[in-house]
């Protein structure tokens, strides 16, 4: 294994007040803090440890606008060796996907890495669709991963215990934590990051095949009210003619 790509995307920080605009059918930008979505970072980590002492490189891949550079350069000043960024708006998983699968196909990795999920939309679609659309093996929310030169293990959790695969490179994965602990950058490599390689590449046409409506916030949080542990008559009523629950 000697080349790792890692899918990475650009979230909202996590304390972020998350407003919409257009009659709530735009996420309202101003203000927002974005970061490198945490669950990428914990991939980026492990792909750095994998090469580390020259037994490889790390390419990081962004689909989005010019806006986005600076958690690419972040991704680089983690210890990234180069990184892509595919010109164009993330309309969707399905977009993300094939616009890095057309990349790939063109660029072929050992390794290709995503985080479990963005902690923005939270679909955990892109490394299954990623596999589907590059005919590789695909695993997701692996909580362990070890390499030899010809093949990987991968440990995944599942209902009741635990999955152990051996997996032939090439082949693609969604990291969860556990994985490896995130990086932080130093000095040494925030001032490399400026001359590290960002190719941008005009993203490729394909249909969109999902449309945001709308967007709708929690409903507000509404009163408490407090039961006695002895008053388990008014508790059912409450349960029954508020909560209906039963």
């Known amino acids: 294994m000697s080349k790792i790509l890692v899918c990475i995307s650009n979230v909202p920080d996590t304390t972020t007040k998350i407003t919409f605009t257009d009659n709530n059918t735009q996420f309202n930008t101003n203000g927002v803090q974005f970061i490198l979505n945490p669950y990428d970072e914990i991939a980026l980590a492990r792909a750095i ?14 689909v989005g606008e010019a806006n986005t550079e600076a958690t690419i350069r972040k991704a680089l000043a983690i ?14 998983a399905w977009y993300v996907a094939y616009q890095i ?28 669709m990623l596999g589907e659309l590059l005919d590789l093996p695909s695993v997701s929310i692996i909580k362990k991963l070890d390499a030899t030169d010809s093949e990987a293990t991968v440990e995944r959790e599942i209902e009741g215990g635990k999955e152990v695969l051996t997996i032939p490179f090439p082949f693609v994965a969604g990291c969860a934590e556990g994985v490896a602990e995130p990086k932080i950058p130093n000095m040494r490599g925030i001032m490399s990051a400026r ?3 960002l190719a941008i590449v005009e993203p490729v046409e394909v249909q969109t095949l999902s449309e945001i409506i709308s967007y709708e916030t929690p409903a507000p949080r509404g009163q408490v009210n407090l039961v006695s542990a002895d008053d388990v008559a008014k508790l059912v009523d409450l349960l029954h003619t508020e909560a209906r629950v039963i």
Request: glycine share 12%.
């Open 79 to 92: 210890g990234a060796t180069d990184a892509v960024r595919i010109n164009a708006k993330p309309h969707d």
């Open 195 to 197: 001359t590290k390689p």
């Open 49 to 62: 440890e994998l090469t580390d002492g020259g037994k490889g490189s790390v390419t990081v891949i962004n």
């Open 101 to 128: 699968a057309q990349y790939v196909k063109a660029n072929p990795f050992d390794l290709i890495l995503t985080g479990r999920e963005s902690i923005d939309y939270n679909g955990s679609k892109v490394a299954g």
